[in-house]
């Protein structure tokens, strides 16, 4: 024993994390709540609550709230049973074929929500859906059997995207599980199922529950599918009514703050609870200094049942819409009627090679996913730390504050970014107009996702090997490296891998940022589109998800399975 | 998107205004610069400032054009798709070489959200800014435009330049109505906005939710009347219409049958797919011209390139730059008269005073939230 832990690292390092986590949300939420309380949004103009008042008055906002927690709720619990059951199947059964299906299992997170969602209108409209078509044909209906312009076809479009979230989630959870409680459980007689009941899912709870929550507000921020489905089925919701709102002239600007100002509190809500749940963090402590391997369940002839589910899965949820995306693809407009193959083409292929904006902006788009993955993922390692392992007075105030750009709209956040970036009262670093605000934004907006894995994590690891490690002497940054990370490790590389995607995919506060030269993926896909090329953005979703494809597989081989080392 | 465009960028500067009283004035307003400029640029341009070579009618004086090969450079921001701009940009460099464009290109709502905010953070990066008319209209309130009158648009008719000088008209968006021509035979397309109103459209119709500048055009242009309109409207509702987001997403739906008909949809994309092959076709009979204008901004960094581009983006050169991307040039006489309806009403920034009262019929009768 040499010394007592340097006293520096682990003040400076987690209240330096503690402080840029201020910087980035303080500014964009404190313009949030200032256009809340003020005339028309505009502070210049006054303060007032006759924002707030007339939103929470409307019986309209109450119709919204409905909708809007309907379809969260539908979509997150769709999401919470696909992805959990397949992260099991896949992490703690000898399902045959199971190691394939993680990449595969991420391809719904990387094509554009643009795209997925029509692709669901094109198989389930009433009029036009494939789907429809073929089922009226085969059992002689009179009319089509589903309709994906209403709440259930929401609920759906929205449950099947989110899916591969919580299956990355629930996946670093079950591998970060020490089984051997499992195992006295079965020893002391309890089937397989009580197990699973008593022992294997309360231990789970943290990740559970973090799933659940950033389910939950990734349901209510969702716009795509309201966009898409829920105009033309008249379901308005939350994120609808605040496009609306901001559509108006003038812009309700102040309606607009007030209801996403009751998003932030709803989500506040949920923080609190989540920290409820899991406030007593050693019950959840299965990762110790023991080594331990997870248990794979021996599911017998099941296991061919669930072999079953996977592919069900992979056909219905991946293997629909690519095979309609894989159509588009290869036809100049889409129509719901094979003789439009006559007029198979490679055009759309050869415009997205020739096109010199998109290699330039999947470049930027992957160099800026890594970077903005790799940053949020470390800032929050540090914070979720400081709010589970320490009594720091005000630990739970950075747990709240890290989920606030949840609710902030991202063309607010935009803009909130040009003013901090270029205004000579506020600028600090001179990013502006080139990738490095990006790598801002996208931190910013992401820093729910990696504190909620990183945090649900960080509560199965027992405290006892940092103290450990401070026992014989290793400061706090080396502490943190050499244990607290490596043992982090399923939680950060799934929470690295969903912000990458999302971050890669991310349109509305990045339209505003970029330039000529700094463009990415996303707003290139959004021009196109707009400009009628639809076909053309299904070619390129193809060879994205061929990309995604080849790369996670590489990855697997290279690292193991993200796995701790077996 | 031009329509549903304008309004966020709205909601945008309203959030700049936000910060820009949250910080008290400590800002620099955008518009300190442009006293200066502005009355220069007026003196020049006047005929009688060039004593020596008086320049050709629809050209500017050789003084502003040696100015701006000085500059060498200016920043356009459009919502003219890339591919398009860039070919524009093209054009203007083999006319001047000098003067080198960096291209912001952002749909129309962004453009101006982000032309806005800089501008309120006391940095205005554009030199030229040209976009959707009631876009456009949004910076002209602010103030944070200047006169320009570009002698190229001297024969302009009165609805394509602004009577002060600070827009003129550089392209026109049409809006009609697009059928499919598997669900709805040629003779019985409609032939007026009026016939939707029909019962046998009923459960045809597809709309985009936010198309509130096409009713506006037509009550103040085509009904002159509001009570005509309200009742237009609501016998166009009776018919069941399916709401949709997007111009683009929404004719694709059309293509694909979902339904047979689409109300506002864009005369130029349409004109687009039907080349392509796709089973579509519009309405020539009558439809609504949008106005996308081309503005200077107060205090543009290279104001005299600015002004050379604007004037050459309206001559000859640059409308059949334009239309050579089979898009509509404002320009009287370039425009591929295939595309044109017969009669229009052409709807500008001026719009923009009259857009609640007609986002409210909107919402109101069709019952879009």
Not at chain 2, 152 to 161: E, M, T, V
Request: charged fraction near 20%; charge should be positive.
């Amino acid at each position: 024993m040499r010394a007592l832990p340097r006293p520096d690292s682990r003040v400076l390092i987690p209240l330096a994390a503690a402080g840029l986590l201020l910087y980035l949300v303080g500014f964009p939420l404190a313009m949030l709540l200032l256009g809340s309380v003020s005339v028309e949004g505009e502070v210049t103009k006054g303060l007032t609550l006759a924002n707030y008042i007339e939103t929470y008055s409307s019986p309209r906002t109450y119709t919204l709230l409905l909708n809007s927690v309907l379809y969260s709720l539908g979509s997150s619990l769709l999401a919470l049973t696909l992805g959990t059951g397949l992260a099991w199947i896949v992490e703690r059964t000898n399902t045959p074929g199971r190691r394939a299906f993680f990449a595969l299992s991420l391809v719904p997170l990387i094509v554009p929500g643009v795209v997925s969602t029509i692709a669901w209108i094109f198989l389930l409209s009433g009029q036009i859906g494939v789907i429809n078509r073929a089922a009226m044909a085969v059992f002689g209906l009179e009319s089509a059997p589903f309709s994906i312009f209403t709440l259930g076809g929401m609920i759906w479009a929205e449950g099947l995207h989110l899916s591969p979230l919580v299956f990355l989630v629930m996946s670093a959870a079950f591998k970060s599980m020490d089984p051997s409680l499992e195992e006295s459980a079965l020893m002391s007689g309890a089937g397989t199922a009580r197990t699973l009941r008593t022992v294997t899912l309360p231990i789970l709870l943290p990740a559970f529950a973090s799933a659940s929550l950033i389910m939950f507000v990734r349901g209510l921020e969702s716009f795509e599918v309201p966009r898409l489905i829920g105009v033309p089925g008249r379901v308005p919701v939350f994120t609808s009514a605040i496009y609306s709102e901001l559509h108006d002239y003038p812009p309700d600007f102040g309606g607009a703050g007030a209801l996403a100002i009751g998003l932030l509190l709803i989500s506040v809500v949920g923080v609190w609870a989540y920290q409820r749940l899991t406030r007593r963090a050693e019950r959840y402590a299965t990762v110790t200094g023991k080594a331990f391997r997870p248990r794979v369940l021996d599911l017998g002839r099941w296991r061919y049942a669930a072999a079953g589910g996977l592919v069900a899965y992979f056909l219905v949820i991946i293997g629909l819409p690519f095979g309609i995306l894989l159509f588009a693809s290869v036809i100049p407009f889409y129509i719901p009627s094979l003789e439009i193959l006559s007029r198979f083409t490679l055009d759309n292929y050869r415009f997205v090679f020739d096109h010199p904006s998109i290699q330039l902006a999947v470049r930027n788009s992957f160099l800026l996913g890594a970077t903005a993955a790799t940053v949020t993922m470390g800032l929050t390692a540090i914070i979720a730390w400081i709010t589970t392992k320490t009594r720091l007075p005000g630990r739970a105030g950075l747990d709240f504050i890290a989920f606030v750009p949840i609710a902030i709209p991202g063309l607010v956040l935009g803009v909130s970014m040009i003013l901090q970036y270029l205004s000579p009262a506020f600028r600090v670093l001179p990013i502006y107009g080139t990738l490095w605000i990006l790598v801002v934004a996208y931190t910013t907006k992401y820093l729910p996702y990696g504190m909620r894995t990183n945090s649900a994590a960080m509560l199965q690891i027992h405290k006892e090997l940092e103290e450990a490690g401070a026992m014989s002497g290793a400061s706090w940054w080396l502490m943190f490296r050499r244990i607290t990370l490596p043992l982090l490790r399923p939680a950060l590389v799934a929470g690295w891998i969903y912000i990458f995607i999302v971050s890669v995919r991310e349109l509305s506060a990045s339209v505003l940022l970029v330039t000529s030269e700094s463009t990415v993926l996303a707003v290139v896909i959004f021009d196109l589109f707009e400009s009628g090329k639809s076909n053309a953005v299904a070619a390129l979703s193809v060879m994205l998800i061929l990309t995604l494809l080849v790369i996670v597989a590489a990855v697997q081989r290279l690292t193991g399975r993200f796995g701790i080392k077996e | 998107m031009r329509h549903h465009a304008h309004l966020t960028a709205l909601v945008l500067t309203a959030v700049a205004a936000i910060v820009a009283g949250a910080c008290g004035g400590a800002t620099q307003p955008a518009p300190t610069t442009a006293p200066t400029t502005a009355p220069t640029a007026a003196a020049t341009a006047a005929p009688t400032a060039a004593p020596t070579a008086a320049p050709k009618p629809g050209e500017l004086d050789k003084a502003t054009i040696d100015k701006a090969k000085q500059e060498g450079k200016l920043t356009f921001y459009t919502s003219l798709n890339e591919d398009d701009a860039k070919f524009v940009i093209a054009e203007f460099n083999k006319a001047y070489p000098e003067i080198k464009v960096t291209l912001n290109r952002k749909s129309s709502e962004k453009i101006v959200a982000q032309f806005i905010t800089e501008a309120k953070a006391g940095s205005v990066l554009a030199d030229v800014l040209e976009t959707g008319g009631l876009d456009i209209a949004k910076p002209i309130k602010e103030g944070l435009i200047q006169e320009f009158r570009p002698p190229a648009a001297d024969k302009f008719p009165d609805n394509l330049k602004d009577p002060k000088g600070l827009w003129t008209a550089a392209r026109l968006g049409i809006e009609s109505i697009a059928w499919n021509t598997t669900l709805v035979k040629a003779e019985d397309a409609p032939k007026s906005f009026e016939d939707l109103a029909d019962p046998k459209w009923k459960g045809k119709i597809l709309i985009e939710s936010t198309d509130v500048e096409v009713l506006l055009a037509l009550a103040k242009l085509k009904f002159k009347d509001d009570a005509k309109t309200t009742d237009y409207l609501k016998k166009l509702a009776a018919n069941d219409l399916q709401p949709s987001a997007g111009h683009t997403e929404t004719l694709d739906l059309l293509i694909a049958g979902q339904r047979a008909v689409f109300w506002g949809a864009h005369g130029h994309t349409t004109a687009r797919k039907a080349k392509d092959g796709a089973p579509v076709d519009y309405m020539r009979t009558e439809g609504v011209l949008t106005v996308d204008g081309a503005v200077l901004p107060k205090g543009a960094p290279n104001v005299n390139a600015a002004k050379v581009f604007i004037n050459w983006y309206l001559g000859e050169d640059g409308q059949k730059a334009v239309a050579a991307r089979k898009r509509v040039p404002a320009r009287p006489g370039i425009a591929d008269p295939a595309l044109m309806p017969k009669t229009t009403y052409v709807s500008g920034p001026e719009g923009i005073d009259d857009f609640a009262k007609y986002d409210k019929m909107w919402k109101d009768i069709l019952g879009f939230q």
